[in-house]
């Protein structure tokens, strides 16, 4: 008696427990909540490349160099093509979405820019570890290509 009236107790609190969980997983999932979060995500980038212009414009410091690349490669090695969903075409998110609908009707050409955006962020974090401002320089110019190949074919600017 005591023992079934523990597992139920038990069965209800994981009930509870998966049920919150699914509220707030199909909260995450709902595009307005997607496009939110590459509008962040890309933010973040932005931020962190700014960091690094900034560090090759004036004073280099190494530690912040590398902190930066380490976000940039982090986030594009993320799922980063999750964020960009079925219905997440055209909507809000902190404003209304800048992605252009070739992003979706041409997935070959955006997983491309995609993948060479990762190949390029994985070089330069492995670069800042041991290279100067002059090595790191031209691999920051490579990754800042892959910004705007994506931005001119896929961005409302
Ligand atoms: C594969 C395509 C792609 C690549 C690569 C890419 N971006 Fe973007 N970026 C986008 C798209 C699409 C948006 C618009 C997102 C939206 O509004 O939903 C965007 C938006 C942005 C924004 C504006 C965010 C906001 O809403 O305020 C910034 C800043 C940005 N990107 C910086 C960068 C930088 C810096 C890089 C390279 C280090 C980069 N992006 C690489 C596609 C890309």
């Not at 609190?13 to 709902?30: P, R, Y």
């Not at 609908?101 to 330069?124: D, G, I, V, W, Y």
Request: with cysteine; hydrophobic share 40%; aromatic share 8%.
């Amino acid at each position: 008696m005591k023992l079934s009236f523990k597992k139920s107790l038990i069965t209800l609190l994981c009930l509870g427990v998966s049920a919150s969980a699914f509220a707030q997983s199909s909260q995450l999932t709902k595009p307005e909540q997607l496009i939110k979060v590459r509008q962040s995500l890309f933010q973040t980038i932005g931020w962190n490349c700014t960091r690094i212009r900034q560090n090759l414009d004036k004073e280099y410091n190494k530690t912040e160099v590398i902190k930066s690349a380490e976000v940039i490669a982090t986030l594009a090695n993320s799922a980063l093509d999750v964020l960009f969903a079925p219905g997440t075409a055209t909507g809000k998110g902190w404003k209304d979405t800048a992605v252009k609908p070739e992003f979706f009707s041409k997935p070959e050409h955006s997983a491309q820019l995609l993948h060479q955006f990762r190949k390029e962020a994985n070089t330069l974090a492995e670069l800042v570890q041991t290279g100067s401002a002059e090595i790191v320089r031209p691999q920051f110019e490579n990754l800042v290509k892959t910004c705007k190949a994506c931005h001119d074919d896929f961005r409302n600017n």
